[in-house]
């Protein structure tokens, strides 16, 4: 059993700072502005040999009314605060403790779950006061830190320790550790751990296009926050999720915005960083778009930097159940997505209903068909046939010098994305037009529709030509 600790505090004080430094990230985004976080994040956290589980929650607020968006963050620290083992309580100390902590405090003392009081921005002295102040809070002595300096954390470990104890009592461990692996391992062996590893699935888009309910229904929970308002998710929150025996990594995203809409730049660019962060860790992306705005410019300028990322796409358009002309947006789609992603030609799109829960096993496997394609290994012998094949139908052009270019060989590099190397005889006169047709016949001939294919060109000899 693995212990769980939710870190939890009205806004501003400082636990999404703690939990990047707890966790070793910078998962969290960190701003001046209270409110900043709003869906809770769960990472796995180190302190000294502790490890544990770690929830990072929205600011504590004193409402429970679910039509607000206050109210739905109140909701999801309830939850956190539910299957945690032990409550981590942040305070201000160069505030003191201010009539909210107080009243959450209260609360607090009701629960029959362990809390630890933190004193947070305790560096210097100016922290001393609001510190001797939180014993009045009724939750014991407080742990004074500085969770933006990594002052005070000795103090942190030996109040959690025994909690950890009790949830997974110390064993036996070998003081030298296991044995590191000295094998090499070839290309192959590499691919094929990381195909064991869970899929990254990062879901992407324009705000309110239903982003936060898509991937709760995929949970089955209210894990996300949701609502009416634009731009409710502003970090990139990852979740274990399992579908026909598969594992996953969900990562629901802060939606995308033209920066003429931009109201907070600074809060906002953080946010759109997170985002193009996951897009760039990710293996698979869903682009999620709105039924009434079919690949607006914003989509597209996203769907181009997913492309141009080298991740596998899928097209999901949402809320499908109250569409209208439904073959006319499909067409529009359709012809949209070969005007404006001619190199990854048959990006596959599939409809769906978030809040119906309409679509969802179809949308998932079309996640895992492109996923395998993303994968896609083709042997060297069967590249070289195709490739006499290809320039035999149409022979390279002429080079600078007047004589024809010879492509002499081909091989595969890497997969994830599909990555070829072609060694010609004057790689810098090679037009882009051949290199297209070449990426083109690649697709046609080993079924690589709709995921980035990457070739580059390299000049010089056949590395195989002397070998047997």
């Not at 990562?251 to 109201?263: C, E, P, Q």
């Not at 996203?302 to 569409?323: F, P, Q």
């Not at 994305?417 to 037009?431: E, K």
Request: net charge neutral; glycine share 8%; charged share 30%.
């Amino acid at each position: 059993m693995t212990l769980t600790v939710a870190i939890v505090g009205r806004p501003n004080v400082g636990k999404s700072t703690l939990f990047n430094r707890l966790t070793g990230s910078r998962s969290a985004i960190v701003h001046d502005l209270p409110g900043v976080t709003r869906d809770r994040r769960e990472g796995n956290a180190t302190l000294g040999d502790l490890n544990f589980r770690l929830i990072d929650t929205a600011g504590l607020e004193d409402t429970h009314d679910t039509a607000t968006t206050e109210g739905r963050m109140r909701a999801q620290t309830d939850v956190a605060i539910r299957t945690a083992d032990v409550i981590m309580m942040l305070i201000d100390a160069r505030a003191g403790v201010t009539p909210l902590d107080a009243h959450f405090a209260g609360l607090l003392r009701r629960q029959k779950k362990p809390v630890i009081l933190v004193a947070n921005k305790c560096e210097g002295r100016a922290g001393q006061p609001g510190m001797y102040e939180a014993f009045s809070m009724g939750l014991g002595e407080p742990v004074p830190v500085s969770a933006e300096h990594g002052e005070g954390f000795g103090d942190l470990y030996d109040a959690l320790r025994p909690h950890a104890d009790a949830a997974d009592p110390p064993e036996e461990i070998d003081a030298f550790g296991p044995e590191e692996e000295t094998e090499e391992l070839t290309d192959e062996a590499v691919e094929e751990r990381l195909r064991q590893r869970p899929v990254s699935l990062a879901i992407v888009g324009r705000p309110n296009v239903g982003k936060s309910t898509l991937v709760n229904q995929l949970l089955g929970e209210e894990r996300m926050l949701t609502g009416p308002e634009a731009g409710i998710t502003r970090d990139a929150i990852a979740s274990p999720f399992e579908w026909r025996g598969k594992t996953l990594t969900l990562v629901d995203t802060a939606g995308l915005r033209r920066k003429s809409k931009i109201v907070d730049e600074s809060l906002e660019k953080l946010s759109a960083q997170d985002t193009l962060n996951a897009v760039r860790m990710a293996n698979v992306v869903a682009l999620v778009l709105d039924v009434n705005g079919i690949l607006d410019k914003q989509d597209l300028t996203i769907a181009r930097h997913v492309v141009d990322e080298g991740r596998a796409l899928i097209v999901v358009v949402n809320k499908w159940d109250i569409a209208e002309n439904k073959p006319e947006i499909l067409e529009d789609l359709k012809d949209k997505l070969a005007h404006v992603l001619p190199q990854v030609r048959g990006v596959p799109f599939v409809t769906v209903s978030a809040l119906k829960g309409q679509g969802m096993d179809r949308m998932m496997e079309t996640v895992f068909k492109v996923y395998d394609l993303w994968n896609t290994r083709v042997q060297t012998r069967k590249l070289n046939d195709w490739l006499r094949e290809m320039t035999e139908r149409h022979p390279p052009p002429l080079g600078s010098l007047g004589r024809r270019l010879r492509v002499r060989y081909v091989t595969q590099a890497k997969i994830r994305p599909p990555t070829f190397v072609a060694f010609v005889s004057r790689a810098a006169d090679m037009p882009d037009s051949y290199a297209r047709y070449l990426v083109n016949g690649l697709r046609d001939s080993f079924d690589l529709d709709g995921i980035p294919i990457r070739l580059l060109l390299r000049q010089g000899k056949n590395p195989y030509a002397d070998k047997g």
